[in-house]
């Protein structure tokens, strides 16, 4: 079931407001979409450490993953910071930034390796786009590496078509980006 709420973007930049309510038969709890807010930093940034541990990457939340390092607060360029909770724990997050008028990136998305597999990362991405298309987007970009997998595939899933190989510098090796259409529709 989806209950999404109006304000969404002005929740995504103050906090206030819940986005989406889903939850599947045999899935467990229903997961909450919700704007992110200051006190949910700590735990996302854990649940970030933790899984760029897993890929060999150790994060940086003052310069090379500094979004995660204010995460919460969405500052100058920000469009929406997201989390997904389940049973009132956050295990989900990901940012939205603006790069262009109707363009948007897409990172930090990250999921507790206790709840990976069981769609949530699909609904908080669901969520994403939803939000990008209500905001009027063209497209959104995001970077990778193939070695997350799951990921991948996730992204291909909805459409992302994989861009241009990045070079070291980057962080990351794949470009991959999800064309909304004419004033964001998909």
């Given at each position: 079931?989806?209950?999404?709420?109006n304000?969404?973007?002005?929740?995504?930049?103050?906090?206030?407001k819940?986005?989406?309510?889903?939850?599947?038969?045999g899935?467990?709890?229903?997961?909450?979409?919700r704007?992110a807010?200051?006190?949910?930093?700590?735990?996302v940034?854990?649940?970030?450490?933790?899984?760029?541990?897993?890929f060999?990457i150790?994060?940086?939340?003052?310069?090379?993953?500094?979004?995660?390092?204010?995460?919460?607060?969405?500052?100058p360029?920000?469009?929406?910071?997201?989390?997904?909770?389940r049973?009132?724990?956050?295990?989900?997050?990901?940012?939205?930034s603006r790069?262009?008028p109707?363009?948007?990136?897409?990172?930090a998305?990250?999921v507790?390796?206790?709840?990976?597999?069981?769609?949530?990362?699909?609904?908080l991405?669901?969520?994403?786009i939803?939000?990008?298309?209500?905001d009027?987007c063209?497209s959104?970009?995001?970077e990778?590496w193939?070695r997350?997998a799951?990921?991948?595939?996730?992204?291909?899933?909805?459409?992302?078509?994989?861009g241009?190989?990045?070079?070291?510098?980057?962080?990351?090796e794949?470009s991959?980006?999800?064309?909304?259409?004419?004033g964001?529709?998909?």
């Amino acid at each position: 079931m989806s209950a999404a709420m109006n304000g969404a973007q002005n929740g995504a930049r103050n906090g206030a407001k819940n986005i989406a309510m889903r939850g599947e038969p045999g899935r467990g709890a229903p997961v909450l979409v919700r704007a992110a807010r200051p006190d949910d930093r700590a735990r996302v940034q854990m649940i970030a450490s933790v899984a760029m541990r897993e890929f060999g990457i150790e994060a940086d939340f003052d310069e090379l993953d500094r979004e995660l390092g204010r995460f919460g607060d969405v500052g100058p360029g920000g469009a929406a910071q997201l989390v997904a909770l389940r049973d009132g724990v956050v295990v989900a997050s990901l940012i939205l930034s603006r790069t262009g008028p109707r363009a948007l990136k897409l990172s930090a998305f990250y999921v507790d390796g206790a709840v990976r597999g069981k769609g949530i990362g699909r609904i908080l991405l669901q969520e994403a786009i939803a939000f990008a298309t209500r905001d009027g987007c063209a497209s959104i970009y995001l970077e990778t590496w193939d070695r997350m997998a799951a990921a991948v595939s996730l992204y291909t899933s909805f459409g992302w078509r994989r861009g241009e190989r990045l070079p070291a510098s980057s962080g990351a090796e794949w470009s991959f980006v999800l064309e909304l259409g004419a004033g964001g529709a998909a």
